[in-house]
């Protein structure tokens, strides 16, 4: 029997965690005797020996949960350079798009080089259309000008299509388009969007 099988795992722990209560219940209804208090600290021990097994046993079955979801993201999108993406067609604000990408345990994708540009763009090529845009998580929300990432940290790489950035205040939100570059955009504009995901 191994963790992935947890239909097993779990009634086991369940029946073992009843047993040793069971005997804390039988020593307790006993008449006092001098073993009684070293017998009452083992159960006791016991007892925080298997709390601490369970808890370790639920960690690892959320890790795994974690690791078959991620597997099942890049099965349906693409990998690329150690990141695994999955494209949404369904057009979004670009808060929306964040928020969707957040709760799948992504972030809206963005490229840190060219190469990883140019391969982001060939995926949403082929998963979306060849005339798509996709938002990026790339924005100047904070302070105008100062393209940042999703943490906040300013971005050091960029592909904007010149002259853009030049919608001033009115366009905070990168994406990606035709050939690769990068325009701003209103946030409030509808658009693809991509998620990136972390290899664990």
């Known amino acids: 029997m191994t963790l992935r099988d947890g239909r097993f795992l779990l ?3 369940l029946l073992t965690l009843f047993t040793h209560s069971s005997l804390q219940q039988q020593n307790t209804s006993k008449k006092k005797t001098p073993d ?3 017998s009452e600290s083992r159960v006791s021990a016991a007892l925080e020996d298997l709390q601490q097994q369970i808890s370790d046993i639920v960690e690892e079955l959320n890790l795994l949960k974690e690791q078959q979801a991620l597997q099942t993201v890049c099965l349906k999108g693409t990998k690329i350079h150690g990141k695994c993406f999955l494209a949404d067609s369904m057009k979004k604000r670009y808060h929306t ?17 060219s190469a990883q540009n140019t391969q982001l763009y060939e995926y949403m ?6 005339d798509a845009e996709i938002w990026l998580g790339v ?18 790489y960029k592909n904007w299509k010149l002259p853009q950035p030049d919608g001033g205040s009115a366009q905070n939100c990168a994406v990606l388009t035709s050939g690769g570059k990068w325009l701003d955009e209103s946030c409030r504009e509808e658009r693809a969007s991509i998620c990136e995901f972390n290899i664990v």
């Not at 798009?97 to 080089?113: F, M, R, V």
């Not at 090529?125 to 060849?130: E, G, H, T």
């Not at 929300?141 to 393209?147: A, D, F």
């Open 11 to 13: 009634p086991l722990l």
């Open 36 to 38: 009684k208090k070293d």
């Open 125 to 130: 090529r082929q998963s979306i259309s060849a």
């Open 139 to 156: 924005n100047d929300m904070q302070t105008e000008g100062l393209w940042t990432d999703q943490t906040g940290s300013a971005i050091r």
């Open 97 to 113: 798009a964040n928020e969707d990408c957040i709760a799948k345990g992504g972030i809206l994708a963005t490229p840190l080089s």
